[in-house]
């Protein structure tokens, strides 16, 4: 073999070899980051071997993120109409408000349910001539509790609290009362609505021997066309979408980041969230990203260009600071994973647009404190549902 033989061989095996390691640059640089242990040796130090990047590392569990359905940002320069929305076309970046997120880890159990309440029930006094059974109480209401769309509970006072609960086993009430919720997010009670609760209500009286005292028809439809039309103009769900400027991220890569910031994993594939601080209180912040990527076979061979912040206005307390907390966890976790916060439709949120949502929140906050319907509360959680 010449020398020019050899010398094309060799030339022809090292742009071969360029060849098959750029490939594998290339491949390496598009794969989704995903989620890496950090290992320490007895000196607390990362162990030799491990990349010590600090987007890589995870400190105690990888939770798993679990989904839930997007939500828009529906705040509008007013609060006029749930339904409205910013204009987000700002490509300033946001810087985080410095509002430490330090709740613990631990999703709280619900709260014990609520007795009715006349600021959004319609409510009928049962009276009755003795005592009557929980058990009794309880093998006579009816199949459903709801009439329409709208939750329907029968309670009884009880003797020992004096307190409405609903009726419990072993325990016996000389009073009772049976309520339908006079709104919701499905609309205000109709007549026919009314008109079932009315039958439904008089058939469970009949079987436990109570006499119902129903009041006026017009004026509760009335009442509840109100209390609709006031939710309807107060309603307020914000969402922000974080998405990836190069490399996409792996659900598990995801849920690193987001876990330490306090979110833990919620009850859907694909879904986090970020628990409250009080008891039987709401989710501060709901994080999701695709459930068929939470479920793959093998999640962090899988792709996400984007992921889902969402807060639900009318179900946190004013004294969470949830939306400066939501502004915080998402300026975090762009500058964490790479990425760029903007709306649904990709465009970049600037700092005044925030301040501007934000302004809007408290307006909104003072109107529902105004009808005793305060974010958070168990009344607003009803309504707002």
Avoid: C
């Avoid at 071969?16 to 390496?28: E, F, H, P, Q, S």
């Avoid at 439904?200 to 079987?207: G, L, P």
């Avoid at 021997?209 to 039309?229: C, H, I, K, N, Q």
């Amino acid at each position: 073999m010449s020398t020019l033989q050899i010398s094309l061989a060799i030339i022809g095996g090292l742009v071969l070899a360029g060849v098959v390691a750029y490939n594998a640059w290339i491949t390496r640089k598009s794969a989704p980051r995903t989620a890496v242990e950090r290992v320490q040796d007895g000196g607390g130090h990362p162990a030799a071997g491990v990349d010590d990047d600090s987007e890589n590392a995870v400190y105690g569990n990888d939770a798993r993120g679990s989904g839930t359905r997007r939500i828009d940002p529906i705040l509008g320069d007013g609060l006029d109409s749930p339904s409205g929305g910013p204009s987000m076309a700002d490509d300033e970046r946001l810087p985080p408000p410095q509002v430490p997120v330090t709740l613990s880890h631990v999703v709280n159990p619900p709260e014990k349910k609520a007795s009715l309440d006349a600021l959004i029930d319609v409510i009928t006094p049962l009276s009755l001539e003795g005592e009557v059974s929980g058990d009794a109480l309880l093998a006579a209401l009816p199949g459903t509790r709801r009439v329409g769309s709208k939750p329907f509970a029968v309670e009884g006072q009880s003797e020992a609290t004096g307190e409405w609960e609903t009726p419990r086993p072993g325990q016996r009430y000389r009073a009772l009362q049976a309520g339908v919720q006079l709104a919701n997010r499905s609309g205000a009670l109709n007549d026919i609505e009314f008109s079932e609760f009315v039958v439904k209500v008089q058939a469970f009286s009949d079987a436990v021997g109570a006499a119902p005292d129903f009041p006026d028809m017009r004026t509760e439809v009335a009442r509840a066309r109100e209390l609709d039309a006031f939710a309807s103009g107060h309603d307020a769900q914000l969402g922000f979408t974080l998405r990836a400027r190069r490399a996409a991220w792996s659900p598990g890569y995801v849920a690193q980041h987001a876990a330490r910031l306090g979110f833990v994993t919620g009850a859907l594939p694909g879904r986090m969230v970020l628990p409250g601080s009080q008891q039987g209180q709401a989710p501060l912040l709901s994080l999701a990203f695709d459930p068929q990527a939470a479920m793959a076979d093998d999640p962090e061979k899988t792709a996400l260009r984007d992921i889902a912040l969402s807060l639900e206005v009318t179900h946190v307390p004013r004294s969470e600071q949830p939306f400066v907390r939501m502004r915080q966890a998402a300026a975090s976790l762009a500058e964490a994973m790479d990425g760029v916060i903007t709306d649904d439709a990709g465009q970049l949120l600037s700092t005044d647009t925030m301040d501007r949502i934000g302004a809007d929140l408290e307006s909104l906050y003072d109107a529902l404190d105004s009808r005793d319907l305060s974010a958070g509360s168990v009344q607003a959680r009803r309504l707002f549902s």
